[in-house]
T-cell receptor
Framework: DGGITQSPKYLFRKEGQNVTLSCEQN?????MYWYRQDPGQGLRLIYY???????QKGDIAEGYSVSREKKESFPLTVTSAQKNPTAFYLC??????????????FGPGTRLTVL | QQPVQSPQAVILREGEDAVINCSSS?????VHWYRQKHGEAPVFLMI?????EQKGHEKISASFNEKKQQSSLYLTASQLSYSGTYFC?????????????FGAGTTVTVRA
């Protein structure tokens, strides 16, 4: 079955520690995205990548970093510089330009809690 | 710029109808509609492209008004399964970009 996997589903970390969230897709999509969702709010774009070895900042990139070494993988690192990292993180992918009308497929999400 | 969704929340009885609006201050090219249940990933409903296209899936349909730069999602004869938060994601006309901007969401509660 094709799709997007994110692991783990729940993640707990101590304040000041970096943590990496995994995102893998087997849809052969070129574009991948990371979103953050806070309670009662919409999706806010953190980073996105159009092709391997290239990525762009989204609206709230401060305190986060990404890499795109393989087409199917787009891990997100939440660094200690992120002031309020507790949130629900969603990874997505699309075949072509999402803004041009290509569907974005979402993974199941990772709920990060920083203690 | 984030699209504006209205209303913020709506409560329905089974069988009632509802309309959710998504408005943009910029020229739209595409509008994507999703439904999200609590703690889960958004589920794709439909995409509308510039041209005033109307789409439907069972009793959920949507329209795209290019003049008003607005899309509307219609929930007809609502069912309990329609409960959730509905988001619109917008792609801007004239901008060659992969990004979507999402509205804050409309929470729909359908009661028996």
């Amino acid at each position: 079955d094709g799709g997007i996997t994110q692991s783990p589903k729940y993640l707990f970390r101590k304040e000041g520690q970096n943590v990496t969230l995994s995102c893998e897709q087997n849809l052969n999509h070129d574009a991948m995205y990371w979103y953050r969702q806070d309670p009662g709010q919409g999706l806010r774009l953190i980073y996105y990548s159009q092709i391997v070895n290239d990525f762009q900042k989204g609206d709230i990139a401060e305190g986060y970093s990404v890499s795109r070494e393989k087409k199917e993988s787009f891990p997100l690192t939440v660094t200690s510089a992120q002031k309020n990292p507790t949130a629900f993180y969603l990874c997505a992918s699309s075949l072509g330009l999402a803004g041009a009308g290509n569907e974005q497929f979402f993974g199941p999400g990772t709920r990060l809690t920083v203690l | 710029q984030q699209p504006v969704q209205s209303p913020q929340a709506v409560i329905l009885r089974e069988g009632e109808d509802a309309v959710i609006n998504c408005s943009s201050s910029k020229a739209l090219y595409s509008v994507h509609w999703y439904r999200q249940k609590h703690g889960e990933a958004p589920v794709f409903l439909m995409i509308l492209l510039k041209g005033g296209e109307q789409k439907g899936h069972e009793k959920i349909s949507a329209s795209f008004n290019e003049k008003k730069q607005q899309s509307s999602l219609y929930l007809t004869a609502s069912q309990l399964s329609y409960s959730g938060t509905y988001f619109c994601g917008t792609g801007w006309s004239g901008v060659n970009d992969y990004k979507l901007s999402f509205g804050a969401g409309t929470t729909v509660t359908v009661r028996a």
